[in-house]
């Protein structure tokens, strides 16, 4: 036989040094659950504001996770109190409204705050908890416009205490593969890292009014990403926009964008965004260098095809955020709470929230204005 002399030792051989490829990270959170090794620090006491989308997410995650203790929801609209206390089996969470808010600032009981309300208030939130010596994770961006950000990480720095903003898809499994490899010099010098990020379902028209535009509400998770990867900041950005959705020109926004960003090592950068995709959440990356590409593609629910007389057809990919980011949610929350506890440095730091949103107004100011602007980091 052809093969016979492929044959191998038995598979018993050796079977205690075999471990799981570290790409396998939901096969890795198996394992720490089946530990009894560790002995787990005591659960972060927390408190979360908004049960909208990002909220609800939260929530899930947050119940799930036994290094959580969920002491209090804020939530504006108490139409919302009695369905999620029993769907969630919230018992002994207080809810309250927020002009009663003091009660979690003041509190010795909560270690932490999660915001994820409108983004118009999250300033006022963030200051108030970190004046309560209260760790904090705070649904992108942390404030409307650069200054409130910046008052938000000097008041982090005084109280000393956390401020984590929420940049979830640094913690998606695949992106996060492709920013190690970059870095371990996979593809080498990095020639050009293109990102697509067509949303899905459409937004609503009250949320695209308070979103603060498709700059500071979408582009910011993708030039995050960008820069997280390269480790660099542009010196040069060149958008181009239009407003196809008569209600979405109504309000002065955008739902297509094409940004490009020069960098100083030469590295070039092209971000695509569209407020709505018909098939579904497209989010996909691609980073080229002359040893080879890395890329992600869009990922399905499923995974089975169906073969008939016109072709091959499948699901469609995910459908949006929650769903195709599920374990990024995940993941960003584990990171939070080990930095909250001070086992892990915050890896979102000032700077780069800061140069986020200084990168997401020069792209918007060039949209607007129709001609490349220059970005001095000094
Ligand atoms: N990282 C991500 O993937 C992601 C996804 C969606 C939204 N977001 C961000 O999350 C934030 C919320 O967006 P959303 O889509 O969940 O909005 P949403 O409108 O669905 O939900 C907001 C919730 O907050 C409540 N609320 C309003 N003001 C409040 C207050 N002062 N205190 C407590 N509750 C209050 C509302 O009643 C509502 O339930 C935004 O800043 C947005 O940019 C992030």
């Known amino acids: 036989m052809a093969t016979l002399k492929f044959q191998d030792e038995s598979p018993f051989v050796g079977i205690r040094t075999r471990h799981h490829h570290s790409t396998d990270f939901r096969y890795t959170q198996f394992l720490k659950g089946l530990s009894h090794v560790e002995i787990p620090p005591k659960p972060l006491r927390l408190a979360l504001f908004g049960l909208g989308r990002a ?21 504006a609209d108490k139409t919302k109190w009695d369905s999620f206390r029993a769907k969630w089996g919230l018992g002994d969470v207080q809810f309250i409204e927020p002009q009663d808010s003091k009660a979690v600032f003041e509190s010795s009981e909560v270690d932490a705050t999660l915001i994820a309300t409108p983004t118009f208030t999250h300033e006022n939130l963030v200051l108030q908890s970190l004046l309560g010596n209260k760790a904090v994770f705070c649904e992108k ?24 903003c929420a940049f979830n898809r640094r913690f998606d499994p ?31 028209l009250e949320y695209l009014k308070t979103s603060g ?16 990867i390269l480790g660099e900041y542009p010196i040069e950005v060149h958008s181009i926009a239009n407003a196809t959705i008569p209600e979405i020109r109504n309000i002065n926004d955008f739902d297509n964008v094409v940004i490009t960003m020069k960098f100083e090592s030469g590295t070039m ?42 072709g091959v057809s499948r699901s469609p990919i995910y459908h949006s955020f929650p769903s195709r980011f599920l374990h990024g949610y995940q993941l960003e929350l584990e990171q939070f709470i080990r930095v909250a506890q001070g ?29 490349p602007v220059s970005l001095n980091w000094n």
């Open 55 to 75: 909220g609800s997410i939260h929530l899930a995650n947050i119940v799930a996770n036994p290094q959580l203790d969920l002491k209090y929801i804020v939530e």
């Open 141 to 164: 961006p942390i404030s409307e416009d650069r200054e409130g950000t910046r008052r938000c990480y000097e008041t982090a720095q005084k109280a000393g205490q956390p401020l984590f």
């Open 174 to 204: 695949s992106f996060r593969e492709v920013y190690e490899r970059t870095r371990t010099g996979d593809v080498g010098q990095v020639l050009l890292i293109k990102t697509t990020s067509r949303d899905s379902p459409l937004p609503t």
């Open 213 to 228: 535009g498709i700059f500071h509400d979408c582009a910011v998770h993708d030039i995050d990403l960008v820069t997280w």
């Open 269 to 310: 950068a092209v971000i695509d965004l569209c407020r709505f995709a018909s098939y579904g959440y497209d989010q996909r990356l691609e980073v080229f260098g002359p040893k080879g590409m890395l890329s992600v593609q869009n990922d399905h629910p499923t995974q089975s095809y169906f073969s008939g007389n016109s």
């Open 343 to 371: 086992s892990e440095e915050n890896p979102v730091s000032s700077q780069m929230t800061l140069a986020v949103s200084k990168i997401a107004t020069a792209c918007e100011e060039s949209a607007r204005s129709g001609t």
